[in-house]
């Protein structure tokens, strides 16, 4: 009977590795649908999820939308769901429209798992709600975030004075919670004035205009949170057009190169870089592992290198810097 046994284990053994081995010849198709093909977050995000791809022999696919914007990118995702992908890797636009175009991919079978944004809470595999059914959330901590850019930009104000928020839209998973951080974080600070915040929709140079709007209202205005890549570099913009540069204090959320060249002349003070391509690879690796029958961590969060002048030339912390 032993004997037995042993060979059925045995056998058994040599079932699971072949079908492992199966699993692991057949070669997966991973998509990547980002916010907007055109931002060096996500050009930055495609570069970790290739190199994860090629390191577990996957093929990726990224494929996305000119704008931020659910109404364009609705039918990338619709395009993306009929071709069929192994998995789905998404930065949804709305934490609500994405929902229901979402849960098309799961009726599918395709698994779905959100990168930088969320749907729903962001809390996944709960079974709570109606938005739980991504395998899991993989993006940077946006409200301590939010909370670093406060304090960067309390103790480059010296604690008084008047801010405002540069912010995308309501409704987007990371900004939002950018925004909540910062300003709960700002309670601490009570010489500081947190104006209302002003929301771009992405544009720069709808940032550029309304802080020259805000600064004519408030010509004591002492510094300004750009939340996003688009909303800060538009909110330098227009403290440069209004002649403020060292003047009105300005915190960057995301580093692309021309925000490293605002540090440099003295326009940014500090930047807060995310770790986009940390975010792509894990991304592409949790896909990979779940098709592959491991089990994958409901939430994985990367982290953040701040950037002022004195340490933005560094290797260590120029490594972060996005590419174009
Ligand atoms: O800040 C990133 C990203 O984290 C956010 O969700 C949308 O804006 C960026 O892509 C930068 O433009």
Do not use: C, W
């Not at 930055?44 to 990224?62: D, I, S």
């Not at 951080?181 to 104006?195: C, Q, R, S, T, Y």
């Not at 800060?232 to 009105?248: D, H, I, R, S």
């Amino acid at each position: 009977i032993v004997t037995a046994l042993a060979a059925l284990a045995v056998g058994a053994t040599v079932l699971t590795s072949s079908i492992a081995a199966h699993a692991q010849d057949k070669k997966f198709t991973v998509a990547l649908i980002p916010g907007l093909t055109t931002d060096g977050f996500y050009i930055t995000m495609r570069k970790g999820a290739e190199a994860a791809a090629k390191a577990v022999g996957a093929e990726l696919v990224f494929q996305g939308a000119p704008e931020f914007n659910p109404v364009l990118q609705v039918p990338v995702l619709d395009a993306i769901i009929a071709r069929k992908p192994d998995a789905i890797l998404i930065a949804p636009t709305d934490k609500v429209q994405l929902v229901e175009p979402l849960k098309k991919a799961q009726a599918a079978g395709i698994p779905v798992i959100t990168v930088d944004t969320f749907i729903g809470t962001g809390n996944y595999q709960t079974g709570a709600g109606d938005a739980d059914f991504p395998l899991a959330y993989i993006a940077s901590d946006n409200v301590l975030g939010g909370r670093i850019a406060a304090r960067s930009l309390a103790k480059a104000i010296g604690e008084k004075g008047k801010v405002f928020v540069s912010n995308v839209k309501p409704g987007v998973s990371t900004t939002d919670q950018r925004e909540e951080g910062f300003k709960d974080e700002m309670k601490n600070f009570p010489g500081i004035e947190v104006l209302e915040t002003q929301f771009n929709d992405n544009d720069s140079n709808k940032a550029a205009s309304q802080l020259q709007s805000v600064f004519a209202r408030n010509p004591d205005l002492a510094g300004v949170f750009g939340a996003n890549l688009f909303s800060a570099l538009g909110a330098a913009n227009g403290v440069q057009q209004a002649g403020q540069t060292g003047k009105v204090k300005v915190v960057a959320f995301d580093a692309p190169p021309s925000i490293v060249d605002n540090i440099k002349s003295g326009l940014v003070d500090i930047a807060i870089a995310q770790h986009p391509a940390e975010i792509g690879y894990y991304g592409l690796i949790s896909a990979f592992a779940h098709l592959t029958g491991q089990s994958i961590p409901v939430s994985i969060g990367t982290g953040f290198t701040v950037m002022d002048k004195d340490n933005v030339d560094k290797p260590e912390i120029a490594q972060f810097i996005y590419k174009d």
